[in-house]
């Protein structure tokens, strides 16, 4: 039986200062002693204080206290799962390791459409060769949500060679997979689950949230703990269980990936939340929850907004939902979820985690309270009178769901490392996809590297653009150009090398 009263990186990190030691190591700013006295008074004092080296500082020049290893055993015991990993790199760092351990180089992996960007460069980084997976598009809501079991099995039937399938849940709109029944079909196989989900580090510590991917049967699982946690940017976590992952090899691919610099401050707020959540957690989330559940009825009294619960765990929608995830419908303002999200940071000095052309997403978290609840609703009040003066929405030409799923040509990594060339959007259709075109947030990409483009497609993100959507990872971010690889005709034949 662990202890989880213990914090080994927080109580090691106390003891470092107990002490008074001092290290002639990296970081150089000495525990904030070099640091510009301007950046101590924003960042503060015990910032810097905190940020120590890892090895050769919290812990010896060989690790031999253990800190770290302590803390995953604990984070492991405290969910569930055989073995947990730091990551201070975040979910996008944890996913690529994943993705190599079970699909290893060139290997094929089974890829839901809907996949977060660091999905894409995963296929990029590692090679691996997606087999996508249809998801569930909601053609009243334009949105997508994970692919169901039919969905899966009819992908494992098209490549039974895959060494694994891949999956988000929760997606950014909170909606869930059915993970056990995902799970089954691949252990049917033989074949591991992934579960990027990102979004549900606190889905263990509670049972009136969705079920955990660990405990409906999933093999790996990716948290990002600053996400719906109480950890730092950049803390996530890589779970796995069960003996169809080499969990050496799982190591061993991380700490390819892994920075050998890792940030302290990291990892003991990871190791932290873990034990607040052990001593804590059901009654925290409990209050954020009931919170939750009556900030959906004040916001549904406001004129002009939706709340849309139902419609998410509808049938073909969603197998389940994170009440902590609320989502606010915004077009009978007259307006869009940009133009929302846009005045409530300059006339509320609120920010929202999502907004899309209809839609803005209020995320809550065990943080929130009374206070922060009434100041949601009251930015959300004066939206609604504000609504009327604003400029009608621009329409965004939203393609039919079928339109999303774009026919793959050659795989991400052979076209963002092949022959490019920059061509004018109004060319671009017909023309094979070289970089990643992704309206954040959510972050899932419209177009991918290898794939056709197509008009429609061009036509929603142009159409976006000027509605208020955001590109940040194309080239020309205006989108009046487009990369496309150069050797590659609109037919798919390789053209003759120019010489």
């Not at 334009?142 to 929760?170: F, K, M």
Request: aromatic share 4%; proline share 7%.
């Amino acid at each position: 039986m662990l202890d989880h009263s213990k914090a080994p990186l927080l109580d090691a990190l106390a003891d470092y200062h107990r002490q008074d030691r001092y290290g002639f190591t990296p970081p150089g700013h000495r525990q904030g002693r070099g640091a510009d006295p301007r950046a101590r008074a924003v960042l503060g004092e015990q910032t810097y204080r905190a940020d120590v080296l890892a090895a050769s500082g919290l812990d010896d020049r060989a690790s031999s206290r253990g800190f770290l290893a302590e803390a995953e055993r604990l984070m492991a015991d405290a969910v569930g799962s055989d073995q947990a990993f730091f990551s201070t790199a975040g979910s996008s760092l944890s996913v690529k390791a994943a993705m190599l351990a079970v699909a290893g180089d060139r290997g094929e992996l089974l890829i839901g459409r809907d996949a977060h960007k660091s999905v894409v460069a995963g296929l990029v980084f590692t090679g691996v060769e997606p087999r996508w997976v249809k998801v569930r598009y909601d053609d009243e809501l334009h949105l997508a949500h994970p692919p169901s079991p039919e969905q899966l099995e009819e992908a494992w039937e098209r490549h039974p060679t895959a060494a694994g399938a891949l999956i988000v849940s929760p997606t950014p709109y909170g909606t869930c997979a059915d993970i056990a029944a995902l799970a089954d079909i691949c252990h049917r196989r033989g074949k591991p689950l992934i579960v990027d989900e990102a979004w549900g580090a606190h889905l263990p510590f509670h049972p009136d949230l969705p079920t955990w991917a660990m405990n409906a049967g999933a093999d790996i699982c990716v948290v990002s703990v600053h996400k719906m946690g109480a950890g730092l940017e950049q803390g996530s976590v890589l779970h796995s269980r069960g003996d169809l992952i080499d969990p050496a090899h799982l190591a061993a691919c991380a700490d390819l990936l892994m920075t050998t610099s890792p940030n302290v401050i990291v990892y003991a707020a990871l190791d932290g939340w873990r034990r607040q959540m052990v001593e804590n957690g059901h009654r925290l989330l409990s209050d954020a929850i009931a919170l939750a559940r009556g900030l959906r009825s004040d916001i549904a009294g406001l004129p002009g907004l939706r709340v849309i619960e139902d419609r998410l765990i509808a049938v073909e929608a969603s197998h389940d939902l994170d009440p902590l995830q609320i989502l606010i419908d915004v077009s009978e303002l007259g307006i869009n979820g940009y133009q929302a999200a846009d005045w409530l940071r300059e006339h509320r000095r609120i920010d929202v985690g999502l907004s899309d052309h209809r839609r803005i997403l209020a995320t809550m978290s065990m943080a929130d309270d009374a206070g922060t609840a009434a100041r949601l609703i009251e930015g959300l009040r004066g939206l609604v009178t504000a609504a009327p003066g604003l400029p009608a929405a621009s329409t965004v030409e939203l393609p039919p769901p079928a339109q999303f799923d774009l026919e793959p040509v050659i795989s991400p990594r052979e076209a963002f490392f092949g022959r490019t060339e920059t061509v004018k959007v109004d060319e671009a259709a017909g023309r094979v996809c070289a970089e990643q075109i992704t309206p954040y947030p959510p972050g899932i990409p419209a177009l991918l590297p290898g794939e056709r483009i197509t008009e429609e497609m061009l036509d929603y993100l142009r159409s976006g653009l000027a509605a208020g959507m955001v590109l940040p990872d194309p080239s020309d971010k205006t989108l009046e150009t487009v990369r496309v690889v150069s050797d590659l005709s609109p037919s798919g034949a390789r053209r003759s090398p120019s010489r």
